[in-house]
């Protein structure tokens, strides 16, 4: 058998997650994107500690799960079902719209609260708490797309938001365009974070928990 | 003139609502970026409620009749020409620079959508008896009767829509009974189906992956002697592999609509829950209260249309005449005409306004996206200020015979019972396959999870 981990992309709609999970899959640009429906999946092959002596090869599982952080109380508790053997999370965020990196901490503190009752209360209204991200065990992502469409002049001012942004999660960010897979190709800095992101994911869910290891992709 | 500086501190007030409810409720999820598009559509609402404000001056007789009619005449010009002019021009700009093709010459093409609109709009009032022959071709009638019609039919589809479906969603009677086993078989088998996809992707990937490492990586086979190459040597793989992503795009399709069969069924569970608490029974309640009103309604329409009548009276005039014939309950009928007429054409008023806001708004979250947003929105306006400016031709009808005259005066001389058939007609029809719609949807709800 050969094992899993687990992710799940929060975002807003219309923010290109399915154009990245494409693109982190396939290493293609996804031709026709349309309306993600519901919760969506893809599988791509991970190959830990790339270039070292202890590569393993991993299957990892990316869980586009859709829709919007304002959504009715039973979208929400239709997306609890897929946020229960989460391994990792990665943030999706429009680089062109401020209130979709906004809507970033109310992602989080759903799929984080998740054994909390989608109808329960949460202590915080969406306000951002640093100390509930110091001890998160879960890795986070933070990556920001469709960056060919900021202008070269206000490229700056976006990359210092995105820079705090990723800070306030504790987490590694990428910014990029989905259309273009040269952002992600081999031995370029986002992929060595990409890369490293992963790595972290899966040493956190084999080897860190009982220092042995468990099956691999053989 | 301290009224008249009154009348526009109101129409400042209009204006900063429309503003923030565009602000807080249609945008908060998206960036602003041409402010432009909040603009028209906090002057839509701010004129088109300028209007409803003038009705009420004059039931309450605030100014005097010549300014308010000199009002009335500055104001429908005005609106006119932004539902006219304005508003459909920006929409043409938008909806164009949207589309990379016609991304240099954005003004000329935006021209072009706005005249093929304004061809239409004209060709719209051929086939209805709206005009007497008399009027010039280009005056207030020709263009009011027209934004009349298309403004009339969204009413009386939205209202017959609504008659319907407020039982409906009020009522208990129609909650199907959801328990929480149901939830839960369907939920994993969603899970299941997730699983089973995961796995065949699995299997995809690993193929691809010992492809490429072999160095075999079909692309489409190019030129000639590439589609002879890909007849005679196939890759054993490669026929399973299209088939597993057949298998793959099936189980997708489940998978979308179990967790839209899901959805549903957490949202029937949270309102059974909402129907056992106090206000759950207050609405029931009220439901079949509406329900009783609903069928009086279309019992009404049908009458009116079958017997070719419109009412001739309004109902406050009515109301008094009943009470005071009948009743015998004497009282001063002026002064109570008044009031009650302002009452009730504010109640008219204020909750057609509220409804179309948060139709709209539920309209706007349903299928705005980034980047049809500022198109979807001016669409909105342009549908509120037709609907407004119909529902002033229509509340003529509430209202007593001595304040009507000014409306009369200032739409000109429209065919307003021709207007009113109308609107009887498009609420039958839309009422009716109302329910026929949800009869339907409720029979079919049942049986996909007998299924089971």
């Known amino acids: 058998t050969a094992s899993q981990e687990l992710f799940s992309l929060c975002a807003l709609a219309g923010v290109g997650k399915s154009s990245l999970v494409h693109l982190l899959c ?64 990665i943030l999706v965020h429009d680089l062109t719209n401020k209130k979709s990196s906004q809507n ?115 | 003139m301290q009224v008249l500086s009154a009348s526009s501190f109101l129409q400042v007030l209009f204006f900063g609502f429309g503003w923030l409810f565009f602000m807080r409720k249609l945008f908060k999820d998206y960036e602003v970026r041409q402010y432009v598009v909040q603009v028209i559509f906090s002057v839509t609402f701010a004129f088109s409620c300028t209007m ?52 240099r010459q954005k003004l000329l093409f935006a021209c072009v959508v706005w005249l093929t609109f304004m061809y239409f709009f004209w060709k719209l009032g051929d086939p209805f008896p709206i005009l007497s022959p ?36 009020y009522m208990s009677y129609f909650l199907r009974n959801v328990t929480d086993a149901d939830i839960l078989a369907l ?18 990937a690993v193929a691809h992956r010992t492809m490429f490492q072999r160095g075999e990586v079909h692309n489409r086979p190019t030129g000639f002697w590439g589609m002879i190459k890909s007849v005679t040597t196939s890759v054993p793989g490669s026929e399973n592999l299209s088939l597993i992503q057949q298998e793959v795009d099936a189980l997708e399709e489940l998978s979308r609509q179990l967790f839209l069969e899901t959805a549903d069924l957490h949202a029937t569970k949270e309102r059974i829950e909402y129907s056992k608490t106090f ?46 014939n009948y009743l015998g309950i004497q009282f001063d009928v002026k002064f109570w005409s008044q009031h009650i007429s302002f009452i009730l054409v504010g109640i008219i008023i204020v909750t057609s306004i509220r409804g179309l806001l948060i139709t709209l708004t539920k309209f706007f979250y349903a299928i705005s996206s980034s980047k049809s947003s500022n198109v979807i929105v001016l669409l909105l306006a342009q549908i509120m200020g037709m ?66």
């Not at chain 1, 890795?139 to 990359?159: A, F």
Request: hydrophobic content about 45%.
């Open chain 2, 279 to 324: 206000q759950g029974k207050y609405f029931n309640f009220l439901g079949y209260f509406f329900s009783i009103y609903c069928v009086w309604k279309i019992f009404m329409a049908t009458i009116n249309i079958v017997f070719d009548r419109v009412g001739k009276t309004d109902p406050v005039t009515r109301g008094i005449e009943i009470t005071v």
């Open chain 2, 134 to 169: 008399k009027h010039g071709i280009l005056s207030i009638e020709q263009l009011i009767s027209r934004v009349g019609v298309i403004g009339v039919t969204l009413m009386a589809l939205l209202s017959g829509f609504g008659a319907v479906n407020c039982p409906y969603t």
């Open chain 1, 104 to 218: 970033l901490y109310r992602w989080s503190l759903e799929a984080l609260n998740r054994d909390v009752a989608p109808t329960g209360v949460l202590v915080t209204n969406g306000d951002y708490d640093r100390e509930q991200f110091g001890d998160n065990q879960i890795p986070l992502l933070v990556i920001g797309t469709k960056l060919d469409q900021i202008p070269e002049t206000k490229r700056n001012e976006v990359l210092t938001r995105t820079a705090f942004l990723a800070e306030d999660f504790n987490a590694e960010e990428i910014n990029l365009d989905c259309t273009n897979p040269r952002y992600l190709a081999a031995g370029s800095s986002n992929a060595v974070k990409l890369s490293r992101f992963f790595d972290k994911v899966i040493e956190k869910r084999y080897f860190l928990r009982d220092g042995n290891q468990v099956c691999h992709f053989s």
């Open chain 2, 387 to 452: 609907y407004f400016v119909s529902s002033v031709l229509l509340i003529r009808m509430s209202m007593p015979p001595e304040y009507r005259t000014i409306i009369t005066e200032v739409l000109g001389e429209l065919q307003f019972n021709f207007y009113h058939r109308w609107f009887d007609v498009i609420f039958l029809v839309s009422a009716l396959s109302s329910i026929l719609f949800l009869y339907l949807a409720h029979k079919q709800a049942p049986e996909k999870h007998m299924a089971l």
């Open chain 2, 187 to 204: 939920e994993r088998r969603l899970l299941q189906t997730m699983d089973m996809i995961v796995s065949k992707k699995k299997r995809i």
């Open chain 1, 26 to 89: 396939h290493n293609q640009v996804l031709g026709n994107p349309s309306w993600t429906v519901g919760c969506s999946v893809d599988v791509r092959i991970h190959d830990y500690k790339e270039g070292t002596p202890e590569e393993k090869t991993y299957y990892i599982e990316l869980w586009d799960v859709g829709g919007s952080v304002g959504s009715a109380t039973s979208v929400k508790s239709t997306r609890a079902v897929f946020y229960n053997l989460l391994n990792g999370i």
């Open chain 2, 52 to 103: 409803f404000e003038l009705i009420i001056f004059e039931i309450l007789g605030v100014l005097n009749s010549s300014s308010r009619y000199f009002h009335w005449k500055l104001n429908l010009c005005v609106i006119l020409l932004i539902l006219v002019f304005m508003v459909p021009f920006y929409i043409g700009y938008f909806v164009v620079s949207n589309i990379r093709l016609l991304h």
